[in-house]
């Protein structure tokens, strides 16, 4: 079955300071694969998505993620973190089916 | 594009009680998802329909959750004989297209609490 594990709960980081949140994927084929932003009692927002090709995928907001088959996993990141970015950010992955299959999250919190 | 709408937000009811939340969809999105996510956790899968079919049902619905999506355009969830295990936040999310890696846009969730 699929899953996705997000290893950190929550990450603080410096404004300015570069970011990686990390995502590891199970499933047996190339999966879909996205990242998702929430801020506090909001929906969820795509933030960037890879379906195949390129390992490195652009995202709004200034994010990126890059896609590592041997090693399972599809780590976001970000050059310079603003305060605005303080959020909850959820990895998933999507297989043949329709059904996206969400992480626990990672919630990042900026300081000063 | 109004985006995918759901209402009531916020939900306060006695155990026992039952509820409903409805969802309307992006326009002409033939797909439709309902998650649900508590304090902590990422949205877990309910259930999804096409079309006004539902094809796929979590074994997180039990029998006292039904959803429904008459015509095909906006889905209700009803959950019956609520329980204070109930509470969380209810997510629908539409999508298009015939990819299953389709972009699903998620509404801003009905948030449920069960005293």
């Known amino acids: 079955a699929q899953s996705v594990t997000q290893p950190d709960i929550h990450i603080t980081v410096s404004e300015g300071a570069s970011l990686e949140l990390r995502c590891n994927y199970s499933y047996g084929a190339t999966p879909y694969l996205f990242w998702y932003v929430q801020s506090p009692g909001q929906g969820l927002q795509l933030l960037l998505k890879?379906?195949?090709?390129?390992?490195l995928v652009q995202g709004i907001k200034g994010f990126e993620a890059e896609f590592k088959r041997s090693q399972s996993s599809f780590n976001l990141r970000k050059p310079s973190v603003h305060w605005s970015d303080a959020a909850e950010y959820f990895c998933?992955?999507?297989?043949?089916?329709?059904?996206?299959?969400f992480g626990a999250g990672t919630r990042l919190f900026v300081k000063a | 594009d109004t985006g995918v709408s759901q209402d009531p937000r916020h939900k306060i009811t006695k155990r026992g009680q039952n509820v409903t939340f409805r969802c309307d969809p992006i326009?002409?999105?033939?797909?439709l998802y309902w998650y649900r996510q508590t304090l902590g956790q990422g949205p877990e899968f309910l259930t999804y329909?096409?079309?006004?079919?539902?094809?796929?049902k979590s074994r997180l619905l039990s029998d006292r959750f039904s959803a429904e999506r008459p015509k095909g355009s906006f889905s209700t969830l009803e959950i019956q004989r609520t329980e204070q295990g109930d509470s969380a936040m209810y997510l629908c999310?539409?999508?298009?297209?015939?990819?299953?890696?389709?972009?699903?846009?998620f509404g801003e969730g009905s948030w449920l609490t069960v005293v």
């Open positions: 998933a992955v999507a297989s043949g089916g329709f059904k996206t299959i």
């Open positions: 999310a539409s999508s298009s297209g015939m990819a299953p890696g389709n972009t699903i846009y």
């Open positions: 329909f096409q079309n006004e079919a539902q094809l796929e």
């Open positions: 890879y379906f195949s090709g390129d390992t």
């Open positions: 326009s002409e999105h033939n797909r």
